[in-house]
């Protein structure tokens, strides 16, 4: 399996439709935006996702996170 994004056809949002994107998820237009997409299992090590986003956020103003995945430590990463 590989880990790859299929972009051949897609075309960058321009920035009217990443501010119209932005607003439609309650995302302030100059917040600094970290997602993570990847399974929450302990050889992902997520707690150490959480930790450094932790530590971002104490530096960034405005910071805004999202995971996108499931797994069997998904309880011990909210």
């Known amino acids: ?3 790859a994004v299929q972009l051949e056809g897609l075309t960058p949002p321009g920035p009217s439709e990443r501010r119209a994107r ?6 302030a237009a100059d917040a600094f935006v970290v997602a993570g997409v990847f399974r929450l299992g302990p050889e992902k090590r997520p707690l150490d996702f959480v930790h ?8 960034v103003a405005g910071l805004v996170a999202w995971h996108i995945g499931d797994g069997p430590d998904a309880e011990a990463s909210r």
């Open 52 to 59: 450094v986003l932790t530590r971002a956020a104490a530096e």
């Open 1 to 3: 399996v590989h880990n």
């Open 22 to 27: 932005r607003a439609a998820l309650g995302v």
